[in-house]
T-cell receptor, first 121, second 119 residues
């Protein structure tokens, strides 16, 4: 079963507007972490933001915020005031937590298929 | 600090040839990972290592072998390359993902990727 679902293959947003990229996840662990990475056309993976499953407040990093709704198992990325340089692929990823590590989990990131964001001038 | 580096950046192989991709990190990380990224897909785990001298299979290990003889290096080998192994390969490293006592996180740091084409 797919553990990370990103339902938007592609998104368009006007420059200076806000955009939300959707991510839902599936895990039976109580302890886990959710990550967003940006991959520009140059190919590198750039870490944007992290949300822990026990964190009560939504994570924020500059123009990035994570709308974490634990009961719905969603971790949407919100980019405010979009810039042309935000055009890229965005990946949501999950790392399962301490119980999984005890059971022998490798602690790797499980990625969604990504959303391609295009910012229009 | 160079972070995570990968060698080479690009490579073209013929079917049946062998090659080794080198990943090096200077952050003293215990965990290292090899992922592959195919068009329209996120990254998928090939092999990983939780410490020097240890390796284990990930989600898509067939056709690859790995070695971790030194803590800072993680090698990915293709013994007999196939066109299905055409992909972009990413190495990543991190501290152990979570403490047993509670929740913490340790970001995975990625290398710049290696674009491999198998003809």
């Amino acid at each position: 079963a797919q553990k990370i679902t990103q339902t938007q293959p592609g998104m368009f947003v006007q420059e200076k507007e806000a955009v939300t990229l959707d991510c839902t996840y599936d895990t039976s662990d109580q302890s886990y972490g959710l990550f967003w990475y940006k991959q520009p056309s140059s190919g590198e993976m750039i870490f944007l933001i992290y949300q822990g499953s026990y964190d009560e407040q939504n994570a924020t990093e500059g123009r990035y915020s994570l709308n974490f709704q634990k009961a719905r198992k969603s971790a949407n990325l919100v980019i405010s005031a979009s810039q042309l340089g935000d055009s890229a692929m965005y990946f949501c990823a999950m790392r399962e937590g301490s119980l999984s590590v005890l059971r022998g989990s490798q602690g790797n990131l499980i990625f969604g298929k990504g959303t391609k964001l295009s910012v229009k001038p | 600090n160079a972070g995570v580096t990968q060698t080479p950046k690009f490579r073209v192989l013929k079917t049946g040839q062998s090659m080794t991709l080198l990943c090096a990190q200077d952050m003293n990380h215990e965990y290292m990972y090899w992922y592959r990224q195919d068009p329209g897909m996120g990254l998928r785990l090939i092999h990983y290592s939780v410490g020097e001298g240890t390796t284990a299979k990930g989600e898509v290990p067939d056709g690859y072998n790995v070695s971790r003889l030194k803590k800072q290096n993680f090698l990915l080998g293709l013994e007999s390359a196939a066109p299905s192994q055409t992909s972009v390969y990413f190495c990543a490293s991190s501290y152990p993902p979570f403490s047993i006592a509670g929740q913490s996180y340790n970001e995975q740091f990625f290398g710049p990727g290696t674009r491999l084409t198998v003809l």
